[in-house]
């Protein structure tokens, strides 16, 4: 079994019904609908740092990357 990706070990075990089930309930992650988790940035898929500001949807690592490309600029 592969143990780096859940989905993957969930592959190898759909045949056996309970022992999916199992395993759904308790390794794979839970959909979220609300909360900080919902929000990730659409360029690295990063959570942490997001910037909603101007309809960014960039984490503030990227923001950094794109943002002269972008149009903003640095004063000072
Ligand atoms: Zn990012």
Do not use: W
């Amino acid at each position: 079994m592969t143990a780096s990706d859940p989905k993957k070990m969930l592959k190898q075990i759909e045949h056996k019904t309970a022992k999916a089930n199992k395993f759904r309930k308790h390794n794979l992650g839970k959909k979220r609908t609300c909360g900080f988790t919902t929000k990730k940035c659409q360029r690295c898929g990063r959570i942490k740092g997001h910037l909603d500001q101007y309809r960014l949807d960039l984490c503030r690592q990227c923001f950094r990357d794109v943002a002269i490309k972008i149009g903003f600029k640095k004063y000072n």
